[in-house]
């Protein structure tokens, strides 16, 4: 395996090598929207749903026709949210360039019923991905994970099937190679 030597980030993505076993992280794409040395770190998957769409699932949301994430195996009874209006969402955290995490929740829906806000540019997600202290270091040491800067067409614009290979691809060289590797290593 490729030895990545870029450090995780707040605003980092997380890419699963391509054996990674673990059902939960499996060719996932993640976003880390906490990073501390010396603290956790939290992180959303970026590619893989539910097979529900966010009405289906929130009273009130009616009209939100997207689909509804698997963030991470970590508290799978919260609901979290990345977007593009931290200008317009209160109490939104920002991450990098135009990418933001939560904010008013209310004021979401609001905004969401009334159609002031586009629904490609925000993405929901059920529980979340996190690592104690020193715990993601450890994988990192492992090489369970190729860590890469975020980009906003990555969490948005990009189809969730595609966007690990995408992402690998974007990087090129040795990188680009690890797309056709077969998910069970026997198989190569």
């Not at 990345?82 to 008013?104: A, K, P, T, V």
Request: hydrophobic share 35%.
């Amino acid at each position: 395996m490729i030895k990545n030597k870029v450090t995780p980030t707040t605003g980092s993505l997380l890419l699963s090598e391509p054996f990674m076993l673990d059902p939960n992280f499996k060719r996932t794409v993640i976003m880390l929207c906490e990073h501390a040395e010396d603290g956790g770190t939290v992180g959303f998957i970026l590619n893989k749903t539910l097979n529900i769409q966010v009405c289906d699932a929130l009273v009130g949301f009616d009209e939100v026709k997207n689909e509804l994430f698997y963030g991470g195996p970590v508290a799978q009874d919260t609901l979290h949210y990345l977007h593009r209006y931290g200008d317009l969402i209160e109490d939104s955290l920002h991450i990098i360039d135009d990418i933001y995490w939560g904010g008013n929740f209310d004021q979401v829906g609001n905004m969401l019923k009334a159609g002031s806000i586009d629904q490609k540019n925000i993405k929901f997600f059920l529980g979340y991905s996190g690592w104690s202290p020193g715990q993601l270091q450890g994988e990192m040491e492992d090489n369970s994970w190729i860590v890469t800067p975020a980009k906003s067409q990555y969490i948005f614009d990009i189809a969730n099937k595609e966007l690990w290979k995408k992402v690998l691809n974007d990087l090129g060289g040795e990188y680009k190679q690890i797309t056709n590797y077969p998910e069970d290593p026997i198989l190569n």
